[in-house]
């Protein structure tokens, strides 16, 4: 009589993570198509008739949620650093009008997008008594990471910060002590968008094994600047316009020699654009 192996539950969830991010990515790589089930279900090696609810157990959403998060988050971007016509912004996020793309970013963001292209006041400089406001100067710990490398825009890394938190969840590595990090060695004025360097990462114990494509980072403690900023990720780049070019310039410190990262603090999935969290972290020398 054979003998019958049964697979551990957390080694068949991380497979099926790892299935599942594939199809992740593929979404995210090709935002203008949606593709259909058969298609998905096949890059994730499941059936059709389970790749849904596969998906859903494990990311949350379904794929035209997901498809439809990316597209927004698109669009947030092009308000802002682009005058495109709302209309041509709506038809490339998948929306037939300007009304159905108002009603779906407004549902998403809490903020309709002429009114969210307004409030960023593209090219608007920063009133100096405000350029100081919040910085301070913070020692961070060693971090231990697990990162998946993006070559591309910046404003593309969601997707992968939701690939690496279904390879994370499926092994139990998400608890109330994980820090989600993004690093940026580039500077997306200086480097042709196609080969902008990012990270997405998130701490995780020594040793872990990771996925083929994913890397190990350690960051050592460093004296950083930090900045917190609440509001929308596609408004970060002003933000690090403020801190190279009004807070370092006077503040008698020099830049490091470890890339400028970022620490996401609260959860983008369950509360509105405006409450997001994030400090911006820009290494310094030591005194």
């Avoid at 872990?208 to 494509?213: A, H, K, V, Y």
């Amino acid at each position: 009589m054979p003998i019958r192996t049964r697979i551990p539950k957390s080694r068949t969830l991380a497979d099926h993570a790892t299935r599942i991010a594939r199809a992740m990515a593929h979404l995210a790589a090709q935002p203008d198509r949606t593709p259909s089930l058969e298609e998905l279900a096949d890059v994730a090696a499941f059936s059709p008739w389970h790749f849904h609810r596969a998906y859903r157990s494990l990311t949350g959403e379904t794929p035209a949620e997901t498809l439809a998060r990316i597209r927004l988050s698109r669009a947030a971007a092009a308000l802002i650093k682009s005058d495109a016509p709302m209309a041509r912004i709506a038809a490339a996020a998948g929306y037939g009008s300007t009304a159905a793309f108002t009603r779906a970013f407004r549902e998403a963001l809490g903020i309709p997008p002429g009114a969210y292209r307004q409030r960023a006041a593209i090219g608007a400089p920063i009133p100096e008594e405000e350029t100081m406001q919040d910085i301070i100067i913070v020692e961070t710990p060693p971090l231990h990471l697990a990162a998946l490398p993006h070559r591309g825009s910046f404003d593309a890394m969601g997707p992968v910060f939701d690939r690496l938190g279904a390879w994370a969840g499926a092994r139990g590595l998400i608890n109330e002590t994980t820090r989600f990090i993004g690093i940026y060695p580039d500077d997306p004025h200086s480097v042709p968008e196609a080969e902008l360097r990012s990270l997405a990462a998130l701490t995780v114990p020594p040793g872990t094994p990771l996925d083929p494509g994913m890397e190990v980072v350690d960051i050592p403690a460093l004296r950083c600047a930090r900045l917190r900023y609440q509001g929308p990720y596609a408004e970060l780049e002003a933000v690090y316009e403020r801190l190279y070019g009004a807070w370092l310039p006077q503040s008698g410190e020099e830049a490091g020699d470890f890339p400028v990262f970022e620490e996401y603090l609260n959860d983008c999935r369950s509360l509105p654009p405006s409450e997001w969290l994030t400090d911006i972290l820009l290494p310094l020398k030591s005194r």
